[in-house]
């Protein structure tokens, strides 16, 4: 067993029997994912080979510990909520542009035609396929991997808020305000300057104003999950895509609502994945999850930039993971 899981059940009060049933569990779960993730993006046994070594070397990775996790709708009710089935997510344009299935292209409307992008996101929560659970409790370190094994990257933060708004507008960080000060410092000048540069204007994916209703975000905690916890914490989330409503103009789905995701913010120009960089900067969390209809845990608006929450470089191995936190991936086009 897993010597990091078999400490999370033992912390818990569960024996061994127990402890095998919940990993085998996970196992048989992921085994299942990696097949359609294989199968739907076509990736290669090489490419799978990184992407299991990546889940096995976390034990905890996964669509949520399955001893635990009640997941309010299942992929079956999903696809009846979807006006011409899954099969209506294709878009053969996009998929020319990016290379790629169920991703977006990035771009300004307002100038530019979706063949104007220079880079796409997934349209999806990781593993980027429709009526599927979101993959939780992956650090940062271990997204930017898994990205990279699928041939993208990790997405910085304005391209992320880019999908989100509707129109990808050029880089505004403020690397000045990071010079000669720490990583959290850094954040929060940085931050502070962003927000109110955007807080006249801002909007969710949907809309200009809040809505409940509207995205998956009616679930609700286990009654064990006082904060977080592998062993407390169910990953309550939806199917992606199960509201068809909840998407940008750009056509990105689920970026409010199911699970919040990680994002590289840069604290300097050679930190930045979309300029090229490997080493990136540190761990920005974006969008809201799957509670916010019941319970609004902080502002979650499309371009908001949230505090230096469990802050590290993503690289970082003590990059944060939990059980609401998922990713998706962005693609640098050629």
């Given at each position: ?17 127990a402890?095998?049933?919940?990993e ?6 992921n085994a ?6 294989q199968k ?7 490419q ?16 949520g510990?399955p ?16 006006p ?6 294709a878009?053969?344009?996009f998929?020319?542009i990016c ?11 307002r100038?530019?035609?979706p ?24 650090k940062?370190?271990?997204a930017?991997?898994?990205c ?6 990790l ?23 990071a ?13 502070a300057?962003?927000?109110?540069k ?7 994916s ?17 009654p064990?999950c006082?904060?977080?916890?592998y ?18 103009s750009l ?11 990680h994002m590289?913010?840069p ?8 300029a ?28 908001w930039?949230a ?7 993503v690289m ?6 939990n059980?609401?936190?998922g ?8």
């Amino acid at each position: 067993m897993n010597r990091v899981v078999w400490g999370f059940v033992m912390a818990a009060g569960l024996g061994w029997a127990a402890a095998g049933q919940a990993e085998t569990a996970l196992q048989k779960n992921n085994a299942i994912l990696f097949q359609e993730l294989q199968k739907v993006h076509r990736l290669s046994a090489a490419q799978m080979d990184r992407i299991r070594g990546i889940f096995a070397r976390s034990g905890f990775i996964g669509q949520g510990n399955p001893a635990i996790t009640r997941h309010p709708m299942t992929p079956a009710q999903c696809q009846s909520r979807i006006p011409g089935g899954v099969k209506s997510y294709a878009n053969p344009r996009f998929e020319r542009i990016c290379g790629a299935k169920y991703m977006a292209p990035l771009y300004d409307p307002r100038s530019q035609r979706p063949e104007d992008a220079t880079a796409c996101i997934d349209q999806f929560e990781f593993p980027d396929i429709p009526c599927t659970y979101p993959v939780v409790w992956t650090k940062a370190k271990e997204a930017a991997e898994i990205c990279s094994a699928m041939g993208k990257r990790l997405c910085d933060a304005h391209e992320w808020e880019g999908s989100c708004a509707g129109a990808l507008e050029p880089p505004d960080y403020r690397f000045d305000l990071a010079r000669g000060v720490s990583a959290s410092t850094a954040v929060a000048r940085m931050r502070a300057a962003h927000n109110r540069k955007y807080q006249p204007t801002k909007t969710w994916s949907y809309g200009p104003q809040y809505q409940r209703g509207i995205c998956a975000a009616n679930s609700q905690k286990s009654p064990t999950c006082p904060g977080g916890g592998y062993s407390r914490c169910g990953s309550n989330t939806y199917p992606t895509g199960s509201f068809p409503d909840c998407k940008s103009s750009l056509q990105v789905y689920d970026v409010n609502g199911n699970a919040a995701e990680h994002m590289n913010l840069p604290l300097a120009p050679d930190q930045m994945a979309s300029a090229g960089s490997t080493k990136l900067g540190v761990t920005e969390m974006k969008g809201s999850w799957f509670i916010f209809d019941k319970y609004r845990a902080h502002p979650d608006w499309c371009r908001w930039r949230a505090p230096f929450w469990h802050g590290t470089r993503v690289m970082s191995s003590a990059s944060h993971a939990n059980y609401h936190l998922g990713f998706r991936c962005c693609k640098t086009l050629n």
